[in-house]
């Protein structure tokens, strides 16, 4: 059994969480769960954010959307495929 996890590290949430939404809704079918993260509430939102994604995509697709969201600025993404023997 094999599981590809991608970690997107958002280090100013404020100015890019909408165009990671955008880049995320555009491949959403891939996408099986989605947890985002991130540390305040109300006035005291924190500036950065952690979404952890479960995909579902081939090895192709799931690499070019973490490249595409480490394009954006502020933005780092992690690809990491588990695999059970």
Do not use: F, Y
């Amino acid at each position: 059994m094999k599981k590809s996890i991608l970690l997107i590290l958002i280090g100013k949430r404020k100015e890019e969480a909408v165009k990671v939404q955008q880049i995320l809704t555009g491949w959403g079918c891939m996408i099986k769960t989605r947890l985002g993260i991130h540390d305040g509430v109300l006035d005291n939102c924190s500036d950065s954010g952690l979404v952890i994604l479960e995909l579902v995509g081939t090895d192709e697709q799931n690499q070019e959307l973490a490249r595409k969201l480490s394009l954006l600025p502020g933005v780092s993404s992690k690809l990491i495929d588990l695999e059970v023997p």
